[in-house]
């Protein structure tokens, strides 16, 4: 697949984690026979400043996971959750990506778990936007808590973007289909 179809196909269709105002339909549950836990989710990212070709920017996250199911039985109790998180974010330049930016970023940030005495989960994520630089992805892998050391990389379906010719990307949301394992 041409890097320009795969481009096109992920910003067309439109990374969570990893979702403030979160705009768009969830998508369906991933299906994983052995994987700890589906669940279907939007994110939101905000970069301050707004990203530019060339440029980086601060990153904040929120993320919100529902109508999960966890095919092996083990997290039964988990059905839905709220995330947030910060990092950073570098564009490499302009391409085809959402507002017309090849950018990667990375960060940390939490998972709480709905439900009385779910240990929260803590993350690390990356998000890339540039084929340059790795797949066109979104990483979430947990590092501490429930499901500790479970991850997933899916390809974000982005719904929104918020696009300034002189401030750069703004925000940038989307629906994601995740199953840690």
């Not at 940390?108 to 929260?120: E, M, S, Y």
Request: charged share 10%; hydrophobic share 35%; proline share 4%.
């Amino acid at each position: 697949m041409t890097m320009a179809r795969r481009l096109g196909i992920w910003a067309g269709s439109a990374a969570l984690l990893a979702a403030a105002a979160v705009t768009g339909p969830a998508v369906g549950r991933a299906q994983a026979a052995t994987g700890d836990l589906s669940c279907s989710g939007q994110f939101k990212m905000t970069f301050a400043p707004g990203l530019k070709p060339g440029g980086s920017s601060a990153i904040s996250v929120v993320a919100s996971l529902g109508n999960c199911t966890s095919a092996n039985g083990k997290y039964t109790n988990l059905t839905s959750a709220t995330g947030s998180g910060t990092g950073s974010a570098t564009a490499n330049g302009s391409g085809p990506g959402p507002c017309g930016l090849l950018f990667r970023g990375t960060g940390t940030g939490t998972i709480k778990w709905a439900g009385a005495g779910v240990p929260d989960s803590t993350i690390s994520f990356t998000v890339n936007t540039d084929p340059s630089t790795g797949a066109v992805t979104f990483k979430c892998v947990i590092t501490g808590g429930t499901m500790n050391g479970d991850g997933d990389v899916v390809a974000p379906v982005i719904t929104s973007t918020t696009c300034s010719t002189g401030n750069g990307m703004g925000t940038m949301g989307a629906n994601i289909a995740v199953s840690f394992s």
